[in-house]
């Protein structure tokens, strides 16, 4: 052997572990949604506190929401949302992926990593949830609430990411295991 070829091996007979760092790595965005998140977080606590009366008035506004202005948020966000899921969804099919809530929940493991690319994912969709929120709230409350801009931002953009990419994993694998029955009875092959 020769000392050219040894280093081609070794990329050859990488664990699979290590070809899907670079995936699971988050990117400058994600990055800036997570201090973002964090920093709603604690200037929302540090304005308003943490009390049932802060908790019931943030449930209270997140319900009023749907019904005023920049109420196509509620459908633009999960759609675009939605997009990225499909994506993911079909390429966790290909790849013969777990759906990604059971990985997420049942595979310690893959946990930050299968974090890391749904933050990626959706990283864009939260960041327009949190601006769009913030321009409502001083639209309609004339004041602002951290914790509810980050709240509205993860329920219309993460969630249904979340939900919708394991689905969309389930049924590409189930489809495509359909077709290869069909194929398999179409050449006389069981």
């Not at 606590?45 to 109420?71: D, K």
């Not at 946990?111 to 949190?130: D, H, K, M, Q």
Request: proline share 5%; aromatic share 8%; glycine share 8%.
């Amino acid at each position: 052997m020769t000392a050219s070829s040894k280093p081609s091996q070794s990329r050859i007979e990488a664990p699979a572990g290590e070809a899907g760092a670079k995936s699971q790595r988050l990117g400058l965005l994600a990055k800036l949604v997570l201090l973002c998140g964090a920093l709603l977080i604690i200037f929302g606590v540090y304005w308003y506190g943490v009390t049932l009366e802060v908790i019931h008035r943030i449930w209270t506004q997140l319900l009023q929401r749907p019904g005023g202005p920049l109420s196509f948020r509620f459908i633009l966000q999960p759609a675009m949302a939605a997009a990225a899921a499909f994506r993911d969804g079909r390429r966790d099919a290909r790849t013969n992926r777990a759906p990604y809530v059971r990985t997420l929940l049942l595979e310690p493991t893959k946990r930050i990593g299968l974090a890391n690319e749904g933050l990626n994912a959706t990283a864009r969709i939260i960041v327009l949830g949190i601006l769009m929120d913030v321009v409502y709230q001083f639209l309609m409350l004339k004041y602002f609430h951290p914790v509810e801009a980050l709240i509205v931002a993860l329920l219309l953009a993460y969630l249904p990411y979340v939900i919708l990419r394991g689905l969309v994993t389930r049924i590409a694998l189930v489809w495509s295991g359909r077709n290869r029955q069909s194929r398999d009875i179409d050449h006389g092959q069981r």
